[in-house]
T-cell receptor, first 112, second 114 residues
Framework: DAKTTQPPSMDCAEGRAANLPCNHS???????VYWYRQIHSQGPQYIIH???NNETNEMASLIITEDRKSSTLILPHATLRDTAVYYC?????????????FGAGTILRVKS | DAMVIQNPRYQVTQFGKPVTLSCSQT?????MYWYQQKSSQAPKLLFH???????NEADTPDNFQSRRPNTSFCFLDIRSPGLGDAAMYLC?????????????FGPGTRLLVL
């Protein structure tokens, strides 16, 4: 199983961009990188996913390095409501398909 | 809005007393998952249903069972809860099990075992 490594915690000033790194050096060619976040006492929320190309949606941007061994989630203008645990997940290659194996995640604290 | 609903949000049970947690979805998704999340830990997959096909994770204790009577509902049964089963239980759904499907999570049920 491809594993991910994330810093345990990060701080970000409100209104600034939050850049959350993730290492996934053992990722296979057909494995997607997913990002979810979990706000305290809520279920995880899907943010974005990608395979090779950079992706952007209304919540965030995902930058994947050319060798695919690392990626960065960018929240362009962080707000206090973005304080959460952010999980970088590489989908496990599994006979039944879509299986998410959550790692420890990064606690992002957005401060005013 | 289409969503994943879990009831109750908080459940208190006694040691050894069977308990059932419920999940319903209005998304009409084929796959439903149950995760366990203990305090300060990441969610851990217990099992999932693809339609009526049940798939158990290898390390899920026998104490945990699941039922899916129809597309919309899925239940988690804990036959004899122990103190170590106190956790948040998360239900999730996805359209299918293929590579790029995202999962949609409910708000979770927090189980307390006395």
């Amino acid at each position: 199983d491809a594993k991910t490594t994330q810093p345990p915690s990060m701080d970000c000033a409100e209104g600034r961009a939050a850049n959350l790194p993730c290492n996934h050096s053992t990722i296979s060619g057909n494995e997607y990188v997913y990002w979810y976040r979990q706000i305290h006492s809520q279920g995880p929320q899907y943010i974005i996913h990608g395979l090779k190309n950079n992706e952007t949606n209304e919540m965030a941007s995902l930058i994947i390095t050319e060798d695919r061994k690392s990626s960065t989630l960018i929240l362009p203008h962080a707000t206090l409501r973005d304080t959460a645990v952010y999980y970088c997940i590489v989908r496990v290659v599994w006979e039944y398909g879509n299986k998410l194996v959550f790692g420890a995640g990064t606690i992002l604290r957005v401060k005013s | 809005d289409a969503m994943v609903i879990q009831n109750p949000r908080y459940q208190v049970t006694q040691f050894g007393k069977p308990v059932t947690l419920s999940c319903s979805q209005t998304l009409n998704h084929n796959v439903m998952y149950w995760y366990q999340q203990k305090s300060s830990q990441a969610p851990k997959l217990l099992f999932h249903y693809y339609d009526k096909d049940f798939n158990n994770e290898a390390d899920t204790p026998d104490n945990f069972q699941s039922r899916r009577p129809n597309t919309s509902f899925c239940f988690l049964d804990i036959r004899s809860p122990g103190l170590g089963d106190a956790a948040m239980y998360l239900c999730a759904t996805s359209v299918d099990r293929v590579d790029s499907e995202t999962q949609y999570f409910g708000p979770g049920t927090r189980l307390l075992v006395l």
